[in-house]
């Protein structure tokens, strides 16, 4: 029975997925891995009681995270426990890769979106962007394997960070598409719109309540919580928009709150590989996305989905013509559903990780005589 150590982003707990409404989608593959006789521990930046985890999953407090430089001597029991390590994000992952260095241990570097990246599409090529890009150009090379969510973030990990081809597999965020699918006898509130996001600027929030508001009747929710919220709510005063922000909602609560809508709505200014989108398409719901980073790769124009250019104009045309057309709603609702079936099944993505993860520690052994050569 293989020992998985699953290594959270320092900072992030078990309690931050609890709050955020999302720990059983995220718990959700080592379940699988416990169930096909892994065993799994979770290393977590929870302070306080830890929340209850499915069986056969075990919780490994680090409580300060400032400690991390040191963990391959506090937690050295924990690296000979492992056979293989995992991250949840590539995000300070070079403590991680580090730690299996000194441990001995290979490690596959996964990520649901490469934050270099990020720093440098949304901040700009600074002198801090370089230095973080330095440090996560460390940790993915010294990865035993890389997993990108698509091939977009790949090319660029491998272009910018010179890795091999051989080191990087795609993998895409996976969807529960037995949970989130569509459902009959749900009361479809007309020309409503729902979003998903932390209500920070990055998501441009702003943007959209602005394209609502300029559409006759336009009702729309946002499902998410951040620093954004009271200048969000006034704006929408301003404007005479109907606004509802619930907040965080539990993952499995979001699919009826979504199928409630007549269409979803993405605008961010940048997104890695974007969970909310894929659920809404799982659903079947008509999709309109800015053609963004992240957003493109999911969405195919006019197929499974509608991009529209950064413009407000734009926006509020988009919107308005999934409102008004019926025959372009449900072609775009059939192909939503149909695309994620294809390629981002749990199943599907959870079959290759295993596939990937079983393949390095099979290769382990070898590239240890290697490297002690």
Avoid at 134 to 149: D, G, T, V, Y
Avoid at 343 to 360: A, D, G, V
Wanted: aromatic share 10%.
């Amino acid at each position: 029975m293989p020992n998985l150590l699953f290594c959270m982003t320092p900072g992030v707990s078990l309690n931050t997925w609890k709050k955020i409404g999302s720990i059983k989608r995220e718990l959700k593959p080592y379940k699988e891995y416990v169930r096909n006789g892994w065993n799994v521990k979770v290393l977590t930046f929870d302070k306080s009681s830890i929340p209850d985890l499915p069986e056969g999953i075990e919780a490994v407090p680090f409580r300060h995270r400032q400690l991390l430089w040191f963990l391959p001597w506090t937690h050295k029991e924990l690296g000979k426990w492992a056979d293989v390590i995992k991250t949840n994000q590539s995000h300070h992952a070079y403590f991680y890769t580090r730690a299996a260095r000194h441990w001995k241990k290979p490690i596959l570097l996964r990520c649901g979106y490469v934050h270099g990246e990020y720093l440098e599409t949304v901040k700009g090529y600074t002198c801090r962007t370089r230095l973080y890009q330095w440090l996560e150009m460390k940790a993915f090379r010294s990865a035993a394997h890389c997993q990108l969510p698509t091939v977009k973030l790949a090319e660029w990990v491998r272009k910018r960070y010179e890795l091999p081809r051989g080191k990087i597999s795609v993998i895409p965020n996976f969807v529960d598409t037995d949970l989130f699918k569509p459902a009959g006898g749900i009361k479809l509130r007309k020309k409503t719109v729902v979003s998903v996001g932390r209500l920070s600027r990055v998501k441009r929030f702003h943007l959209l309540i602005e394209a609502c508001a300029g559409i006759f009747g336009c009702e729309l929710t946002i499902v998410g919580e951040g620093v954004e919220r009271a200048k969000l709510e006034q704006q929408a005063r301003e404007l005479g928009l109907k606004l509802t922000l619930t907040g965080y909602i539990e993952n499995e609560s979001l699919v009826r709150f979504l199928q409630e809508h007549s269409v979803f709505a993405i605008v961010s200014e940048w997104e890695g590989h974007p969970k909310a989108l894929i659920e809404a398409m799982s659903c079947g719901m008509p999709c309109v996305g800015v053609s963004a980073n992240g957003i493109n790769e999911v969405i195919c124009n006019g197929d499974n989905g509608l991009l529209v250019g950064l413009s407000l104009d734009s926006l509020r045309e988009g919107i308005s013509s999934v409102f008004k057309d019926n025959k372009f709603r449900k072609k775009l609702s059939e192909n939503a559903r149909n695309s994620v079936i294809q390629k981002y099944s749990f199943k599907n993505c959870f079959s290759r990780e295993r596939c990937l993860l079983e393949s390095i520690i099979e290769k382990a052994p070898m590239n240890a005589m290697i490297d002690s050569e």
